[in-house]
């Protein structure tokens, strides 16, 4: 019970974000410019964000094949979309990671769960470490030379301090940590290519490095616990960040929602891959 009331508390932060949002903008003017948008750059903008996906998906083997936990490239990619999709659209337990971690266990009920737990938090850490550089180093530009200091002091703290931890809690990922790092970069620069291709749909074509700050921000904020998938949560920071850095919040809030709809389409297709194990599962069993 406890877990549908947290679901049904996000879905409604959720809501209540997108309408905050939604008031703060002329609403015909953002519907006119999503329909106006031109369609062939938007259906190639799915390109830069299903690779970023698949980058994701090769970081997470390679962390649990460092931790000797032997999952291939294609079933972890399997496991990646189905988690999407849980994500996304599934209320209660059964979230990303939490399927992730019951589907591996079940996999490999000989590796603990501790060690499985701890490979997932190692996956979420060693991309928010990375975008957390890009988003400072991409928002030096903006802040004042004391804030520059303080954000460049933090960002080395914080990347001594994932250091010493992962030499503390899981060595293992040392030798690989310049491979998976480079995934990382990977799922970061796609999607940020697909900002400028969303940009481009709408006909914008100045302040790139601005709506790449939104963004990168944007995507920091989207991991905090508190809206569907990040839903509203990119909205607001685009629309207020739009204000900070003098850029139009009206196509900051446009490329936001546009890129909401191609992570929600994206996360639809894990119902293929669940309806997929269905058919195998199925056809095993009536043999």
Not at 127 to 135: A, H, Q, S, W
Not at 137 to 162: D, E, H, K, T, W
Not at 176 to 182: D, E, P
């Amino acid at each position: 019970m406890i877990r549908y009331l947290k679901w049904a508390a996000k879905l409604l932060a959720t809501g209540i974000l997108l309408y905050w949002v939604f008031i703060q903008t002329d609403r015909q003017s953002l519907f006119k410019a999503i329909s106006g948008s031109e369609k062939s750059i938007l259906f190639f903008a799915f390109v830069p964000y299903l690779v970023s996906r698949v980058s994701g998906a090769f970081r997470l083997t390679t962390i649990l094949n460092a931790a000797e936990v032997p999952l291939s490239h294609a079933s972890g990619l399997r496991l990646n979309w189905i988690s999407m999709f849980y994500g996304m659209f599934l209320p209660g337990g059964l979230g990303g990671d939490a399927y992730k971690l019951i589907r591996l266990r079940a996999l490999f009920p000989d590796k603990g769960v501790l060690l499985l737990t701890r490979t997932l938090l190692w996956d979420r850490l060693i991309g928010l470490v990375v975008l957390t550089i890009l988003t400072v180093s991409f928002a030096m530009p903006y802040l004042l030379v004391i804030y520059q200091v303080v954000a460049a002091s933090l960002a080395l703290i914080g990347c001594l301090v994932f250091w010493l931890a992962t030499r503390r809690w899981i060595p293992q990922l040392l030798p690989y940590m310049g491979r998976l790092l480079v995934f990382s970069l990977v799922v970061q620069l796609t999607q940020i290519a697909c900002i400028f291709m969303l940009l481009s749909s709408i006909q914008i074509h100045e302040h790139y490095n601005q709506y790449n700050v939104l963004f990168l921000v944007s995507s920091v904020a989207s991991t905090l616990p508190i809206s569907v998938g990040g839903v509203g949560v990119r909205e607001v920071v685009f629309l207020e960040g739009a204000q900070l850095l003098m850029v139009s919040a009206q196509a900051a809030v446009t490329v936001s929602v546009l890129f909401d709809i191609i992570v929600t389409l994206t996360a639809a297709t894990g119902s293929l891959a669940i309806l997929g194990n269905a058919r195998v599962v199925s056809t095993s069993a009536s043999k």
